[in-house]
């Protein structure tokens, strides 16, 4: 398991909904990184970090005091 904190605002990009987005945003990324890879998360914009968002996994996004806000 893994929390990452995403700060005030973020993004969520999904390959089907957008794919002319996504593939700007991992067009460096290799092969096997991008292997299974169906969205990422935008957060941090000062220095644009991204979280890939993999099938086979689950995603969700929480308010600071725990309680669930997004499942993706």
Same mark, same amino acid.
């Given at each position: 398991m893994s929390n990452t904190q995403?700060? @005030?605002y973020y993004n969520v990009v999904l390959k089907k909904n957008n794919e002319i987005k996504f593939n700007e945003k991992v067009k460096?990324?290799?092969? @096997? =990184?991008? =292997?299974g890879l169906y969205g990422i998360v935008l957060f941090d914009y000062d220095n644009e970090l991204i979280m890939p968002l993999y099938e086979g996994s689950e995603y969700y996004i929480m308010t600071d005091s725990g309680q669930t806000f997004e499942k993706l």
């Open positions: 995403l700060g @005030d460096h990324w290799s092969k @096997d =990184e991008k =292997e």
